[in-house]
C-alpha cells in the first residue's frame, strides 16, 4: 500500500523559507519520479516541481522557478521542496504525489496516481 506523508509546513514570513519532505512508503521510491502540487482556497490544485526518477532532472512553474527547489533523497524513501523567498501568494495546502509511469505530462495531476495528505504553508505579509 503506497503512502506519502508530508510535513515542514507551517507560518512564515513573507522572505522567509520553509523545507517540506515527503517520506513514500509501499514503493519503490527510487523507481518513480514525483511532483509536489499546491491547492489555495477557492483555487484548482497547481504543479509547483517535479523530479525525474531517471536522471533527476527538474521542472518547476514559473511562479517558483529560482525560489524552490525540489531534491530526493532515494536512501530515505523521501522527497524535498525547499521554498525561500517566500511571498503571501504561496499560501497554500502542499501535496507531493507520484508520478504515474507512462503518463505523458508532469504537470498535469491527474498525470499522479497517489497523494499525500498535504501540508499548510502560510505567508504572512
Known amino acids: 500500500q503506497v503512502q506519502l506523508v508530508e510535513s515542514g509546513g507551517g507560518l512564515v514570513q513573507a522572505g522567509g523559507s520553509l523545507r517540506l519532505s515527503c517520506a513514500a512508503s509501499?514503493?519503490?521510491?527510487?523507481?518513480?519520479?514525483m511532483g509536489w502540487f499546491r491547492q489555495a482556497p477557492g483555487k484548482e490544485r497547481a504543479f509547483v516541481a517535479y523530479?525525474?526518477?531517471?536522471?533527476?532532472?527538474?521542472y518547476y512553474a514559473d511562479s517558483v522557478k529560482g525560489r524552490f527547489t525540489i531534491s530526493r533523497d532515494n536512501a530515505k524513501n523521501t522527497v524535498y521542496l525547499q521554498m525561500n523567498s517566500l511571498k503571501p501568494e504561496d499560501t497554500a495546502v502542499y501535496y507531493c504525489?507520484?508520478?504515474?509511469?507512462?503518463?505523458?505530462?508532469?504537470?498535469?495531476?491527474?498525470?499522479?496516481?497517489?497523494w499525500g495528505q498535504g501540508t499548510q504553508v502560510t505567508v504572512s505579509s
Open positions: 509501499g514503493l519503490t521510491f527510487s523507481s518513480y519520479s
Open positions: 523530479i525525474r526518477w531517471t536522471d533527476g532532472a527538474t
Open positions: 504525489s507520484r508520478f504515474r509511469a507512462g503518463s505523458g505530462f508532469y504537470y498535469r495531476a491527474n498525470s499522479y496516481d497517489y
